[in-house]
């Protein structure tokens, strides 16, 4: 504990008094050096018979108490027990010191602050630098005080540096051990007062993130590293445990910058030895990573790039994307492009961080470089880039490619040949089976995109069922994020709780932003889509929007652009809707094979121009289409969508059969435009002329413009017969429609009930060929009769 | 061919000969009713579970 900085804060200054080290005693005494002869118990007993009649209330401040010897820490006890009760201690010392205060501690008169409560907690670090006139951006105290880890001194010290400094914010992002206010303290305080061998040690082992005792022997080659590791944690030297057995110890920031420097000035050549001795403890006590990174500062880059090669395979299972990725940029990116295995992960990385071109060209190099590869990395590369081609070829939705590589890591798995592949047979089996849930998963997800949904889901079942008994949650959050986009299609119940399941475990690991979880809330969107709660679509769509990675992987892109499309098409949003649309279609045109959802999110741009009014816009879209879309029913309902808003086959077939009539819609001159090819048959008049002049009124329209046009017209209608074409269901994708009434419910005898006394409903007209009756239109007829439509926007337009 | 439903037999013919002016043949399928029949998902129309379009001969052996 080390607090006189803090207490100088306060701006009081209380009455000191400091032992010097290897002092007899006589904390109490005003002269302690004028008379070193004198014996300390005298001196104490002196003290307490001169204080026994203190009527006042008196603070007495020692500091440094740690420096006391064993009689002067029996006498300040004996001082402490037995002072007249207004009389008060402030101790101070940097580690607990033998003092008999249990009695104290009992009774509720001792009072412990300890290196927690000392620790500034942010806001009183930024007070303590505004106090010291030192201004600072947010970002820039924040750094400081974690570079400090709130350590007063530290922070007091960086303050008197900051005073007056040109540039504060940069000199903050700089603030390290090695600053020279920081490190002269540090040298002087803690470093000058240790023995050699634990200098030596502190040395040798500043270059570790975490070190215990095993390992501080062999950096030291010496041995007892442990007990010096525990006594310095003891001393409040700087030294904090990391785990409870007190068996990982790591060095305060500051003081680790500073051993750092020192390691530099002192042994310069040595640091690279002890990176490189440190990596290969770690991989051997399975710390993986820290291996890696000791091999890449050791400039060792075959034993690193060897390390990663090893250890990806586990990394991407345990869903370890970020530290491959920051793993990769310590290499330099020659040594990067000539190690086969080192290729394969790059290319692995570019899928979760660049772009899926990029992978195929690392791949190549992966692949090439295997080749060539010696015999003792051969194997290891080969089953690396087995695993890579897996991942890639999944991408592009290339079934035939997926299955072929799928039985490649299945016959790696079922047969792993000990020459093939250098492991122990414990880990060869746990390999085997990591690869088969592998391929399981990728299958199933390949044919979750191309629509075999039934093979998909055996597959992803019997992956997500391996993953979760072989110990690998990244594999089960995969998969069940895929088995919900399987199960969308049966039951929202079901597919929801998969989506959910899936979400739970990116949450408990930290893959949010993985593209598997971007597919489980796309699922919760759709399905809400679907039911048209479209406000709580919009959330899960904008989180499978910020897991878009559209360049490395155009499948889920593509679903997440379709979904937002569907969202805004149901909300009316037509512009937005074909924005998302048109976005979606170069990710479809990198897809090897047809994905379920490219058809569809081809089709429903029609859907949006006709609804903008942009019919030979529409028309276009619909020409563009290859023919296996044109063969889809989405296709076959945009082009029904298209075709009605563009004329009215009612009226085209009462003028082909001769019959005159009425035509009515909002739009007077589309309506003239369609009356005009149907050689005089019918005449265009307003709604309200067809109203009053028809006696059969063929309404085609959504039945809930239907009940507005009852509700309007009212009386009018009594005494007319009125035909009910209409269907009971709303647009929302996936083949198109669902009814938005009871399932045992009919439109026509709910308009029936709604018409006025008088008016008779006839249901006919709604089984056309190209039958669905288009938001907006209206039709209406009879014999000598009218046709009433309803154009675009409600604009009506009446004939004859 | 299409279906029509109608409570009132004369208002039935009557839209029955519309059908006939548009080319179809007409088909009833009974009063108001049986309208849920012929309405989409409804197991006389093409998106239901007759799933095409029918002649009046093939009609009139489902209804």
Redesign the interface.
Known sequence: MIVPARRRLSGRRPPWTSPRRGDGGCPGCTRPSAAPDLDGWAITERLLSDLAPLADRIWLVIDDVHELGPDALRQLELLVLRVPPGLRFVLATRHDVRLGLHRLRLEGELTEIREPDLRFTLAEARELLETSGVELPEAAVVMLHERTEGWAAGLRLAALSLAGHPDPARFAAGFSGTDRTVAEYLLAEVLDRQRDEVRRLLLRTSILEGVNGELADLLTGDTGGERVLLDLEQANAFVISLDGSRSWFRYHHLFAGLLQLELRRTAPVEAAALHRTAAGWLAEHGYPVEAIRHAQAAGDWGLAAGLLADHWPGLHLDGQAATTHELLAGFPSSVRAVDAGLAAVAAADELAYGSLGAAERYLGLAERGTASAPDARRAQAQLLVGIVRLLVVRQRGDLPTVAEEVRRLQALADAPDATHYDLAPAARAALGQDLRAMALIGLGITEVWTGRFQEAERHLERGVALARRIGRPFLEFTGLAHLAAVEMFRSYARAAERGRQALELAERHGWASDPAAGTACMVLATIRTWQGRLDEAEPWVQRAERTLAADAQPATGHVICYIRGLLELARGRDADALAALRAAEPLARRLAAPHYTVPRARALPVHALVRLGETEAAEQALADLAGQDRDHGETRIATAVLRLAQDDP?AA??A????DFLLAGRDQEAARKIASDLDGHAEVVSVDEAVDRAD?L?IAVWPDDFKELIAQYGGRLAGK?I??P????GPVGQGG?R?VIGA??????IL?GLLPAGA??????????A??PVRGRLAG???R?AVLRRGRRRRRRPGR | M???????AA??D??A????????D?VSVGG??Q??R?????D????GALGR?VTKTEALKVI
Request: glycine letters at 12%; charged letters at 15%.
């Open positions: 009612h077939n009462f082909a059969g001769g019959q059969v063929i017969v035909v009910d209409s269907n009971p269901v429609y009814k045992q419910e009919s439109s026509g005898q029936a008779r409903l006839v249901k006919a007209f709604g089984t056309l060929s039958p669905h007829a009879r014999a009769g | 299409q279906f029509y439903a109608a409570d009132d208002v039935g009557l839209v000969e519309l059908i006939r002016a548009g080319g179809f007409p108001l009713d309208s849920i012929i309405e989409m998902f409804g006389l129309h093409e998106y379009v």
